[in-house]
């Protein structure tokens, strides 16, 4: 596993531009946003798409404002080749990570430009707080940034926990004892606004898939470590949710049948013996001083204590060993780890490394470029509001499809 800048996109084409004329018009937006501006026929060469459909399906983006034509560049001779891109003021949304106390929210324009941010502590974590929450960042957020009107796509909503996005379930939550919650409705009658709700590991993954690292790469995996150890899954340009939801908690796989309690309700799951609860418990564990905090633990390994220091190792190998099983199931170019966890990556990362090189099947360590990228909340939250950006241009491209059907 190398650790290396972010390479550059090899191969050629898009594996999203077989299939129907909505997902061309949206592997055609998709690549303006992230690598735009663009002329005609460089959107052609990156979507693997023909110049001659690409010209076709740019008319109505066009004219419905989603694209804009810049001034023509020179340097071929004969016709001039005009880029296009993005209007960021075509449209807006609000992200929000809704996390155990605080909501972190962005409003952000169609380019994912954060244009205000805000933060909101709270306390109640009942459902009627939780949505009271929501609501008043949402207004203290569009006070700071009005959006003209019929431009607001929506709130887009990442929180940790069994979240299925596609239906607007959350089933259950590591933070608020909410459970088979319609929270997509609830938020929507509540603000009267479209909204997306999502786990916040796969709000992750859209930032960097729209804006980051990922942007380069058809598919790619985030692993997010701290308090919770979660995982999103980018395949072939799309989020994989599976059936319900559940694709990619990988936090909960077990891997010490014999090992602690979870707090799902299992025994020796990775969460449970690689998360930042467990570090604390090795070191009460080995006749260590009384902590309760892994900043604590932190502290003691950089002074040098060296069972705070092998609390950090063998946590790191385990999720080494847990990351080479991942790489063998999806054999990904790239894996960004992230997570709040990485306040003290100095401490496991070596471990880890060397855990995923010793126990990845033949070349997949070696295929998998790992980045470790610690994240503000801010882009957590950014996330989230292309998570409802998506949404949002993919349904009104649906209706420019079908109107050009009809
Ligand atoms: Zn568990």
Request: glycine share 12%; hydrophobic share 40%.
């Amino acid at each position: 596993m190398t650790t290396t800048e972010p390479p550059t996109r090899t191969g050629s084409g898009d594996p999203r531009a077989g299939g129907s004329r909505e997902h061309h018009l949206s592997a055609l937006f998709e690549t303006v946003l992230t690598r735009g501006p663009l002329s005609r026929r460089d959107v052609a060469r990156s979507t693997g798409l023909s110049p001659a459909l690409v010209t076709k399906l740019v008319r109505p983006m066009l004219h419905h404002g989603y694209l804009v034509e810049q001034d023509p560049e020179g340097g071929v001779p004969g016709r001039p080749q005009i880029p296009l891109a993005i209007d960021p003021d075509r449209h807006y949304a609000v992200g929000l990570k809704l996390m155990n106390s605080e909501i972190v929210g962005v409003v952000v324009d169609l380019q994912a430009q954060v244009q205000s941010s805000h933060r909101l502590k709270f306390d109640d974590h009942s459902l009627a707080g939780g949505l009271a929450a929501i609501e008043e960042t949402t207004r203290v957020l569009l006070d700071r940034c009005p959006v003209p009107d019929g431009r607001l796509l929506g709130v887009g909503i990442g929180l940790g926990g069994h979240v299925n996005g596609p239906a607007g379930v959350l089933h259950r939550s590591p933070f608020f004892d909410w459970r088979e919650v319609p929270l997509r409705q609830l938020v929507s009658e509540r603000l009267g606004l479209p909204v997306v709700i999502e786990n916040d590991v796969n709000t992750l993954a859209v930032a960097e898939q729209w804006f980051g690292a990922g942007s380069a790469f058809p598919s790619f995996l985030v692993v997010t470590v701290g308090t919770g150890i979660g995982c999103a899954l980018v395949l072939d340009g799309r989020l994989w949710h599976g059936a319900s939801g559940i694709a990619g908690e990988f936090g909960h796989v077990i891997v010490a049948p014999d090992g602690p309690e979870c707090h799902c309700g299992k025994r020796g799951c990775l969460e449970s013996v690689a998360g930042d609860e467990a570090i604390v418990r090795a070191v009460a564990d080995a006749g260590g001083p009384r902590i309760t905090r892994v900043s604590q633990v932190a502290t003691l390994a950089h002074a040098g204590d060296p069972v705070a220091r092998r609390a950090f190792t063998q946590a790191g190998a385990a999720l080494g060993r847990a990351i080479a099983t991942l790489l063998n199931l999806v054999n990904p170019p790239l894996l960004i780890l992230s997570g709040e966890g990485l306040a003290a990556s100095d401490l496991f990362i070596d471990a880890l490394r060397e855990e995923v090189e010793r126990s990845a099947f033949s070349t997949a360590a070696r295929d998998c470029t790992l980045l470790v990228r610690p994240q503000p909340d801010e882009n957590w939250a950014r996330g989230a509001a292309a998570t409802m950006l998506r949404h949002g241009v993919l349904s009104s491209l649906r209706t420019l499809t079908d109107a050009a059907a009809g």
